[in-house]
């Protein structure tokens, strides 16, 4: 068995961590061969989230047969793979124990190494995938449904968290806000086409934090307000400048955190913003300012990456077998796994 650790290296990933089942094969010359989604959204929407026991089981019954489809789309065997990556946490563990155990019965299967890929480091290094030239250490906003995070990125299985929510992830409280709104789940998309029409200076909201020293975040406040505006009744416009007006204390209190975050990791080459809630365009227009006026790029790389895929998985795989960093068959799956505890050795 030859296993390439080149840009010919080819890593067939999988994630399951959350109401995503995704597999992708991606070579080490950044090459995404072929990769497959299947949300679970339909599933979760009537219940207003993602039900645990519901993803748990979807990834169950999708897992093999999306696996056999991405080969087939390649065109490629379990021999053509260098090695075998899967989200081994954090994340909903019904479904970490799902994709971490395929990979583990493939990787022996084909006699491969496995490579046991934390999730958010997975979202951590996508970047890097995108472009090219980003180089170590970075500054990445992880600003996503179930984590929201100030990371400096100095390398691989190198991360220093410097702050995170002490309540409520932002996509939570796009979430949250949304449905107080009367919006669909997930409301952030909707939240935001709904506040295109609106006037932000309408209501005063909270910026919970601005202007405090660190990058702790905290948005419980914030939802707080919107429901008690929203209890007094709003007519149609309204509506749309509640949106604004939430969307906007979101974007400034972003910036503010990020300004202080550049500042604690003043190596930076750039600023990074990945997760679900970097699709929207008043936060990346916020936090282009702060990156300019720092005088660094903001990388923000395709929504498809930003969101959780599997490309992410196989690209952090390959970016670990690089670096000789391929785990045991009983690693274990893990509900909780900081990114501090992420190590080299
Ligand atoms: O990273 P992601 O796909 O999944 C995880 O949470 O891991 O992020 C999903 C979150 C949801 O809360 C969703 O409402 C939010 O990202 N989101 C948005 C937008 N698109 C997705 N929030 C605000 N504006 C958007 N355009
Ligand atoms: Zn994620």
Redesign the pocket.
Known sequence: MVTHTSDAAIVLGIESS?DETAVALVRGDRTIIAQRIASQEAEHAPYGGVVPEIAARAHAERVAPMIAAVMADAGLTLDDVDAIAATAGPGLIGGVMVGLVSAKALAMAADKPLLAINHLEGHALSPRLADAELAFPYLLLLL????CQCVSVQGVGRHVRLGTTLDDAV??A??KSAKLLGLPW????H??RLAAGGDATRFALPRPLFGRAGCDFSFSGLKTAVAQIVAKGLDAGARADLAASFQAAVAATLADRAKNALAMAPASTALVVA???A??QAVRAALAGVAARAGLPLVAPPIRL???NAVMVAWTGIERLRAGLTDAFDHAPRPRWPLAELTRT
């Open positions: 959350c996503s449904g179930g984590h996509g939570e796009f979430d997930p409301g952030g998309p939240l935001e997760g679900g809630v699709a929207n930003c969101t959780d």
